[in-house]
């Protein structure tokens, strides 16, 4: 039987593993006759070596002590972070949740990303959408979305705004459940539903604050909804993020959760939606065969890039055999004004406009078509 001082070892095992590989995520899940334990590198889960299953308990206990949770209670979901010092003398801040399960409580760590913000230029945006995206945060007001499904990496490209204008003479303030990077110079507060801290009240604080930009971290109801359009309708910079599957389907959403099509028309100036897809290992990718059939399946339509070509995964020791090194974001974004938001309003029905050239998919196939990525990558992550 393994002792406490060990299942202290095998956690930190665990996190220095998972942070070697760039593994955003652990899952520990107990089953009937046995325990799993994965990583999720790259949005991809793949098993390592789990404990007995006989330690579920303890180690549970062990994460939900480091988390600053109670360990006597096992029936209901707990939420917590903690932050633990590698070997290497870096420090990983990491978000813990627990859930019961059928045999036993299953928690997952979220590795949360360093205390750096990506450039807009890492982002993976094509060069005219990174022009449009600078522009529209430039804009002194208005509401600026970003959506896209669970770990499309919409808080990056949140962060990755804020650091782009996060400067002496702008006053930046943002309300985050959680706070996922620390940024210097940006005022940030991370909502506590138990004490009463939520989205709407800490955003009715911030517009007594005199912000430039206020950054939400996501619209979760129609109360923070509402706040949100009509702080930017009266001056204020707002971005936030909505869990929508494309750019035109958050227009829908904003008025599924009751924001008044004339209050939502004077704001929205901006949607971006993203995908994340697994960047090619740069030491190990090969090229692979062309295929003008194959694009045509997948939407291309038009003549192809110059010195266009297309790889493959292969898999190397940098990699770790799997092909893939890191992700890369893909990007549509929608440009909206007033008069063009009133003229989609005909009949009490909203007619979806277009996304900005170009789409999801197509966005996606230029960067395969630039060898970055590879065509089954873009199938798999972008609609069709």
Avoid at 25 to 36: A, C, K, M
Avoid at 81 to 87: M, V
Avoid at 293 to 315: I, N, T
Avoid at 347 to 368: H, M, T, V, W
């Amino acid at each position: 039987m393994l002792t406490s001082e060990s299942i202290a070892d095998y956690v930190q095992r665990m996190l220095e593993g998972a942070v070697a590989l760039g593994a955003s995520d652990i899952h520990f899940e107990p089953y009937e006759g046995f325990y799993r334990v994965r990583y999720r590198v790259d949005g991809v889960l793949s098993e390592v070596d789990p404990p007995q299953l006989a330690l579920r308990e303890r180690l549970a206990a062990r994460l939900k002590v480091m988390a600053g949770l109670d360990i006597s209670e096992k029936r209901l979901p707990q939420d917590g972070r903690f932050s633990l010092r590698l070997l290497r003398g870096a420090v990983q801040n990491v978000r813990m949740s627990s859930l019961p399960t059928l045999f036993g409580e299953k928690i997952v760590l979220r590795l949360l990303a360093p205390t750096l913000a990506l450039p807009l230029e890492d982002l993976g945006l094509e060069p005219g959408q990174l022009a449009l995206l600078q522009q529209a945060i430039a804009w002194p007001h208005g509401l600026l979305l970003v959506t896209g499904p669970t770990g499309s990496g919409k808080s990056a490209t949140l962060y990755a705004c804020l650091a782009a204008l996060n400067q002496a003479g702008v006053n930046i303030c943002t309300v985050e459940d959680p706070v996922e990077i620390a940024l210097s110079g940006v005022n940030q507060v991370a909502v506590n539903e138990k004490i009463g801290l939520g989205f709407a009240l800490t955003l009715r604080a911030l517009l007594r604050q005199d912000p430039d930009v206020m950054m939400v971290g996501e619209m979760r109801d129609a109360l923070t909804a509402d706040i949100a359009v009509k702080a930017a309708q009266t001056g204020h910079r707002v971005w936030s993020s909505l869990h929508t599957n494309s750019a035109q389907a958050a227009l829908a959403r904003l008025l599924n959760m009751e924001v008044a099509w004339f209050n939502l028309a004077s704001a929205l100036s901006l949607i971006v939606s993203q995908r994340l897809a697994r960047r090619l290992c740069d030491a190990c990718k090969q090229p692979g065969s062309l295929s003008r059939a194959l694009l045509e399946s997948l939407g291309w339509q038009g003549a192809l890039p110059a010195a266009a070509h297309c790889c493959v995964p292969r898999g190397c020791p940098a990699c770790h055999g799997s092909g893939y090194r890191g992700r890369l974001g893909i990007f549509e974004l929608l440009p909206l004004s007033e008069d063009a938001l009133n003229g989609l309003w005909l009949d009490g029905a909203l007619q979806l406009p277009p996304p900005a050239f170009p789409n999801l998919r197509r966005a996606g196939l230029l960067k395969a078509l630039r060898g970055e990525i590879s065509l089954a990558e873009v199938a798999a992550v972008t609609p069709s």
